[in-house]
T-cell receptor
Framework: DAMVIQNPRYQVTQFGKPVTLSCSQT?????MYWYQQKSSQAPKLLFH???????NEADTPDNFQSRRPNTSFCFLDIRSPGLGDAAMYLC??????????????FGPGTRLTVL | QKEVEQDPGPLSVPEGAIVSLNCTYS??????FMWYRQYSRKGPELLMY????GNKEDGRFTAQVDKSSKYISLFIRDSQPSDSATYLC????????????FGKGITLSVRP
């Protein structure tokens, strides 16, 4: 089945220790997104790629970086995690397009714990 | 004022109850209105969407949009324990770079 895969599902890191979260997709979608979701809060868009074009949200901290080496993979790098970065990180993909809902398909998420 | 406000939860109902979930929004330019369902330890999945005002029905689920009041609702009839999840409303303008704007979500528990 076509899907969005995130690894690892659970990640524990230490305060200030860099961490990389991975997302892959078999949907061949043009757009890939990273969201941060804290408990009882709405998912917050960090950035997205339309093909190779990177779009950063204005309020995304510099501590968060992303790479998309090819269509299938996208990575979220947190350079110096703080306690406030503990959250669920969701990857999503969408076909792209100029009209319609451009439905986003979400992966299962990676739950990040910062000690 | 946040762009999308969702009724706070959690909500617990007995099996078979009718459930009403609601959101309000402030941006009149939103064109598509969606409901995502998120089971515990899973990512959100699109449940239903509506374009502009009106109702849309899919089995036990009905989505309703009132653009004049900037108010959307999701009704669940004959609720089942398997409906227990977090429900997030979401809205989008349109187009390739349009962003989903989510509500905070409400956690629904349907008691057998």
């Amino acid at each position: 089945d076509a899907m969005v895969i995130q690894n690892p599902r659970y990640q524990v890191t230490q305060f200030g220790k860099p961490v990389t979260l991975s997302c892959s997709q078999t949907l061949n979608h043009n757009v890939m997104y990273w969201y941060q979701q804290k408990s009882s809060q709405a998912p917050k868009l960090l950035f997205h790629y339309y093909d190779k074009d990177f779009n950063n949200e204005a309020d995304t901290p510099d501590n968060f970086q992303s790479r998309r080496p090819n269509t299938s993979f996208c990575f979220l790098d947190i350079r110096s995690p703080g306690l406030g970065d503990a959250a669920m990180y969701l990857c999503a993909t969408s076909p792209g397009g100029t009209s319609g809902i451009n439905e986003q398909f979400f992966g299962p998420g990676t739950r990040l714990t910062v000690l | 004022q946040k762009e999308v406000e969702q009724d706070p939860g959690p909500l617990s109902v007995p099996e078979g109850a009718i459930v009403s979930l609601n959101c309000t929004y402030s941006n009149s330019a939103f064109q598509y209105f969606m409901w995502y369902r998120q089971y515990s330890r899973k990512g959100p999945e699109l449940l239903m969407y509506t374009y502009s005002s009106g109702n849309k029905e899919d089995g036990r689920f009905t989505a309703q949009v009132d653009k004049s009041s900037k108010y959307i609702s999701l009704f669940i009839r004959d609720s089942q324990p398997s409906d227990s999840a977090t429900y997030l409303c979401a809205m989008i303008l349109t187009g390739a770079n349009s962003k989903l704007t989510f509500g905070k979500g409400i956690t629904l528990s349907v008691r057998p």
